[in-house]
């Protein structure tokens, strides 16, 4: 029996080698001795090796796990069996040869185990550098004014040579010493003493937290301070000031003459309810927190009356992870992989003319998240098109949509001035078989965030065909999200001008309202067409998962300002009134209450139950300078009945317009549908979809008659 069992098992060993197929010796295909020209960019690995299965005849196929991944091929007139071994090489992969002839591109168990071991020490990265923060504020803390600004001067002598555990500390340093601004009145400004910078507050609150509250942040728990703590949460330190917007205001006469008015002077400490959460991002390297107060504004002599507000604002510190990742098995791996800065311009410099035979690729215009049109910002994978096309040199490296290069359009991306931006975002590597291979930092992170270019390539493709997305195709890409894109693009809203993420067509309404486009995922096209309509959803006609969505899209992003204070705070109206969004982009309502308003009164069908509704609004036109780097700089908005024409004879167009000889003018339509969802208490909750369209802007001639009337009498 023993025997039997032993062989059973010696036979199962053999049929999954033979169904794994051999090491494959890639040289020695005839068929892969073909010379081919391959160009690819942002290519999922799938359809990449079915493109050079085409020109070879040779099946080639990749295992599921990295069907989806991206690379970018760039090579000219190349034998295949090399251009297959440097993607394999570059992936740190392997081909075997499958029983059927076919040949299998795959992950070795080295490989996976290494890249396994990373992601986790990613998240060791993140706690140590978490410790390491708190620990550093700390000793900031213990620190005089006189002694911080004294080594903060000192730091910044020698700035150009910190280490960067000494530009964190320099960083720390700076955020939590108060400093002065002496603004001039007549630029709209006002003088403030001992203003302090928004992360002041969050950094002196981690320096005195108890060690058994760091483990709470730790395991992603959410830590709250207040001058007024209830169970559970800590006394907000003193020497934790807000910042002098979210302090109490009077405003008073201006000293420097009765033309500039009144201006605002800030309380020198904290109002009576202030707070602050703070927790760790669960995808992202920072701490996201928000600042809590209910400030007094006492107006002058001329509007007699104090006024009590509710603020909060959001924030997100990145921790520095750097000393701690460079120090793992990969990234070690990769540094050394990797070619110096001097040896990749000498690699690449003088390679030869650009092909003469076609033009050089257009470079892609991606609507960078949060910035409109921002069309400065490309992929790796563009510039590296660029550098195979001006050089001729054979490149290969994988693909996201993530990390973004700023290039200048003012001249053709020059391959040798672009290293430096390119090694920030990559390893790069001039090899000794002549190839140009890039493979991006943090790559096994990007993975669980990229999305599939079988969602994106459609949306591009409409969007440049017709202007525009509907909010239909928004609702469409949510509800195809994983858990993790979720997560990521909910904890990026702190960072919405940093070319989140590039695509051809905006992505602000799906990161801005993505509860609420979660939300809209999970209704049938009964629901969906009831919304259409104009008519309210009630909540108890929703299923268990769609209450789900709901509750989220109500909820907040840190618990309520009330869960701080251990006293009921005041009643009292936000100091803004605006849409739910997590983000706003440049189009979105943000408008302030004043003090003698009261709340709009709600619509009279509105139900008494938690419902939603999706309100329409009429489109809506305006203008805008795009500046000749790509991004806009200036935006006026405008609803159908004001002359648009009669905008661009405004003095701040203008200027813009001559300070940017390169700058053009864009005729901007807009659509803002928003929709409103009501809590069982019988508050509102509105986020508002920002759909625009971007055209050159033409002046319309005047009609023949019209220039023939006389002007109107004053």
């Excluded at 791996?333 to 050089?360: H, I, N, V």
């Excluded at 259409?532 to 509750?551: M, V």
């Excluded at 605006?578 to 209450?593: A, E, Q, R, V």
């Amino acid at each position: 029996m023993r025997f039997r069992g032993l062989l059973s098992a010696i036979l199962a060993l053999l049929v999954l080698t033979v169904g794994q197929g051999q090491p494959a010796a890639l040289e020695s295909e005839p068929l892969l001795q073909r010379r081919i020209t391959v160009w690819l960019k942002l290519e999922p690995m799938r359809d990449a090796l079915r493109s050079l299965g085409k020109q070879t005849g040779v099946s080639l196929r990749g295992i599921d796990a990295i069907a989806e991944e991206k690379v970018a091929i760039f090579v000219e007139d190349r034998p295949a069996h090399e251009i297959l071994t440097q993607l394999a090489k570059l992936f740190r992969y392997e081909w075997r040869k499958d029983g059927d002839g076919a040949y299998t591109l795959y992950v070795p168990d080295t490989t996976r185990l290494q890249e396994e071991k990373m992601r986790n020490a990613l998240q060791e990265a993140r706690r140590q550098a978490l410790r390491e923060l708190i620990e550093t504020a700390r000793e900031v803390r213990r620190l005089s004014i006189e002694q911080r600004k004294a080594e903060i001067n000192a730091l910044r002598e020698r700035q150009n040579e910190l280490t960067p555990k000494e530009s964190m500390r320099f960083y720390i340093m700076y955020n939590m010493t108060p400093y002065s601004i002496r603004w001039d009145p007549e630029n709209s400004t006002v003088d403030k003493q001992n203003e302090v910078h928004p992360n002041y507050a969050m950094l002196h609150c981690l320096a005195a937290l108890p060690d058994r509250a760091v483990q709470q942040l730790l395991n992603g728990q959410t830590v709250g301070f207040s001058t007024k703590p209830a169970p559970g949460v800590f006394l907000l330190p003193n020497d934790a000031l807000l910042p002098s917007w979210m302090r109490d205001q009077r405003w008073i006469q201006d000293p420097k003459g009765e033309e500039y008015g009144f201006i605002p002077q800030a309380a020198p400490s904290n109002p009576e309810f202030a707070g602050l959460w703070v927790r760790m991002c669960s995808r992202l390297s920072a701490l996201e927190y928000q600042m809590v107060s209910i400030k007094a504004t006492e107006y002058p002599e001329s509007r007699p009356h104090t006024y009590f507000s509710l603020g909060t604002n959001d924030f997100a510190y990145t921790l520095e992870l750097r000393p701690n990742l460079e120090s793992s098995e990969l990234w070690r791996f990769w540094e050394g992989w990797e070619s110096a800065e001097a040896r990749l311009r000498e690699f690449l410099a003088d390679k030869g003319t650009p092909p003469r035979d076609r033009p050089a690729p257009p470079l892609p215009i991606y609507r960078a998240t949060g910035s409109g049109v921002q069309s400065n910002m490309v992929t790796v994978a563009d510039m590296l098109e660029q550098i195979a096309w001006a050089t001729r040199l054979p490149v290969i490296s994988d693909a996201f949509r993530i990390p973004a290069v700023q290039i200048n359009l003012a001249r053709h991306p020059s391959h040798p001035q672009v290293v430096p931006s390119l090694q920030r975002a990559c390893w790069l590597r001039a090899d000794e078989s002549g190839y140009l291979l890039a493979r991006h930092k943090h790559y096994w992170s990007y993975r669980a965030y990229e999305l599939p270019e079988a969602w994106l390539r459609p949306l591009e493709q409409k969007y440049e065909q017709q202007g525009w997305l509907e909010l239909d195709d928004y609702i469409t890409l949510t509800g195809k999200l994983t858990q993790a894109q979720v997560e990521f693009f909910t904890q990026s809203r702190h960072f919405p001008y940093t070319g989140l993420y590039l695509t051809r067509f905006e992505l602000d309404p799906l990161v801005s309202c993505l509860p609420a486009l979660r939300f809209l995922a999970t209704l049938s096209e009964a629901q969906r067409q009831q919304l259409k309509r104009g008519q309210w959803l009630l909540a108890r006609q929703l299923n268990a998962n769609q209450r789900q969505r709901f509750n989220e899209a109500v909820g907040e992003l840190f618990p309520p300002a009330q869960a701080l204070f251990r006293e009921p705070i005041p009643n009292t109206k936000p100091e803004f009134t605006k849409p739910k969004n997590l983000i706003f982009g440049m189009w979105t309502d943000y408008g302030h209450t004043a003090p003698d308003d009261e709340s709009p009164p709600s619509p009279p069908d509105t139900p008494q139950e938690a419902a939603v509704r999706l309100l329409k609004r009429s489109e809506e036109e305006a203008v805008c300078v795009q500046a000749s780097q790509g991004y806009i700089s200036l935006s006026y908005t405008s609803v159908p009945r004001v002359d648009i024409q009669n905008m661009m004879q405004d003095e701040s167009i203008q200027r813009a317009l001559e300070r940017d000889p390169g700058a053009r003018l864009l005729h901007v339509r807009l659509r803002r549908p928003q929709i409103v969802f009501v809590d069982d208490q019988g508050r509102e909750h509105p986020y508002q979809f920002v759909l625009t369209r971007y055209e050159p802007y033409t002046p319309q001639s005047p009609k023949p008659e019209q220039q023939q009337e006389s002007p109107p009498a004053r």
